[in-house]
């Protein structure tokens, strides 16, 4: 892939759970950890390293543009969850070309996959903004 940057619009609200909070901001190695925790649930033949995704997510795909809010989510009535919403672009400008196509990979799946945690109560419905 050629393209030196990548767009995601969350589209409902989404969050991480990050050691026992959740997290409702978008760092690329929450992302991305996501969204190979996931890929390799579904996967016998090509798992992916999710420590070494979630290292070089967090070293060289630096945001460069992104608007977006912050909102609660009730689950139940009882439970609540705070999220974000947006879109946010990452530079892929010093990320390795090597490991580009895994990232694009993944940015694709996420369409299908959702993003972060409570995906099946309509939590982290994310689209990769092609330009």
Known sequence: C????????FMTPTSFRYYDLDYPFPR???????????????TD??????EGIKQITAQYL???????ESCRVNITDKKG?????????????????EHRQVIFTLALFAMYSGIGRLNAQ??????LVLE
Not at 4 to 9: E, G, N, V
Not at 30 to 35: A, C, R
């Open 2 to 9: 050629h393209n030196d940057s990548l767009t995601f619009k």
């Open 45 to 50: 033949d090509l798992a992916f390293d999710v």
């Open 62 to 68: 630096i945001p460069i543009q992104w608007k977006g």
């Open 81 to 97: 969850v705070t999220g974000f919403i947006g879109t946010y672009t990452f530079s892929l400008r010093q990320f390795p070309i």
């Open 28 to 42: 690329p190695d929450l992302i991305f950890g996501s969204l190979v925790e996931k890929w390799n649930v579904f």
């Open 122 to 127: 309509g939590m982290g419905k994310v689209k």
